[in-house]
T-cell receptor, first 109, second 116 residues
Framework: QAVVTQEPSLTVSPGGTVTLTCGSS?????????PYWFQQKPGQAPKTLIY???NKHSWTPARFSGSLLGGKAALTLSGAQPEDEAEYYC?????????FGGGTKLTVL | EVQLVESGGGLVQPGGSLRLSCAAS????????MHWVRQGPGKGLVWVSR????????SYADSVKGRFTISRDNAKNTLYLQMNSLRVEDTAVFFC?????????WGQGTLATVSS
């Protein structure tokens, strides 16, 4: 099965901008992988932030955006808030099977 | 409102079995592909298995193939995961997950602990 890679940890200053990435061991991430981004806070279930590369759910703050960047899926946070400190997971689909990235622990400091 | 409520977790010895259930509501269950995802203590999310709407097609992660079986009862709007030959490394919170019109919805999870 494929391996999906994410940065293990990143730090952003309050009000700053940070980009998390999601790569695939099989090559470039494309729309055919239907990239997802989830946010998970301690003790909570994950919550969908972004689906199909760029689409947001009704509860997704406007400061989050998704894209494809350099062969990877990317999640950009512009104007970080203290409440954005969390673990972020990407998900890629491979012929209807799912593979999660290892997660990025985002610190707002 | 989409609701997924897992149950059936607990403490079991290595080599034992557990059957997890997920009661679904708020969407057309029989038409929806369902997944199980697990998360070990302090670890990341790991996809476990999926099943299509009528239960005829299933798929498993290599780590559980031959030990876990996913199934569903569309009359009861319920998803199941039968877990046999459990190992210590199977200890995790198991989430029931559905993808609807692109959005992924999660239950709150049920904890399965494998320990002697």
């Amino acid at each position: 099965q494929a391996v999906v890679t994410q940065e293990p940890s990143l730090t952003v200053s309050p009000g700053g901008t940070v980009t998390l990435t999601c790569g695939s061991s099989t090559g470039a991430v494309t729309s055919g992988h239907y990239p997802y981004w989830f946010q998970q806070k301690p003790g909570q279930a994950p919550k969908t932030l972004i689906y199909d590369i760029i689409n947001k759910h009704s509860w997704t703050p406007a400061r989050f955006s998704g894209s494809l960047l350099g062969g990877k899926a990317a999640l950009t946070l512009s104007g970080a808030q203290p409440e954005d400190e969390a673990e972020y997971y990407c998900l890629l689909s491979y012929s209807d099977d799912w593979v999660f990235g290892g997660g990025t622990k985002l610190t707002v400091l | 409102e989409v609701q997924l409520v897992e149950s059936g977790g607990g403490l079991v010895q290595p080599g034992g079995s557990l059957r997890l259930s997920c009661a679904a509501s708020g969407f057309t269950f029989k038409n929806s592909r369902m997944h199980w995802v697990r998360q070990g203590p302090g670890k990341g999310l790991v996809w476990v298995s999926r099943i299509n709407g009528d239960g005829t097609t299933t798929s498993y992660a290599d780590s559980v193939k031959g030990r876990f079986t996913i199934s569903r009862d569309n009359a009861k709007n319920t998803l199941y995961l039968q877990m046999n030959s459990l190992r210590v490394e199977d200890t995790a919170v198991f989430f029931c997950v559905v993808q609807l019109r692109g959005v992924v919805y999660w239950g709150q999870g049920t904890l399965a602990t494998v320990s002697s």
